[in-house]
């Protein structure tokens, strides 16, 4: 799926996964802002900032998916 994206949350998710494990940073606001950087063009972070973030946190803070 890599270099295919779509406007929709399931894409994003996707792309966000990989490359939050590429990124090195204590910091988790600041890691999902560096993701949001090379993401910037995605679909559906275009159309969709803020549940784009939503989204994010909720993988980070709730689910407590990557860590």
């Known amino acids: 799926m890599k270099n ?10 996707m792309s966000f ?9 204590d910091d988790l ?13 995605h679909p559906f972070f275009i159309s969709n900032p803020e549940n784009a973030r939503k989204m994010a946190e909720f993988r980070i ?3 407590k ?3």
């Open 29 to 41: 606001r600041l890691k999902i802002d560096k993701v949001f950087e090379i993401l910037s063009d």
């Open 65 to 67: 998916k990557l860590k």
């Open 61 to 63: 803070f709730s689910l």
């Open 17 to 25: 996964d990989e490359e939050w494990e590429n990124i090195v940073c």
């Open 4 to 13: 295919k994206f779509y406007d929709n949350a399931d894409s994003f998710a």
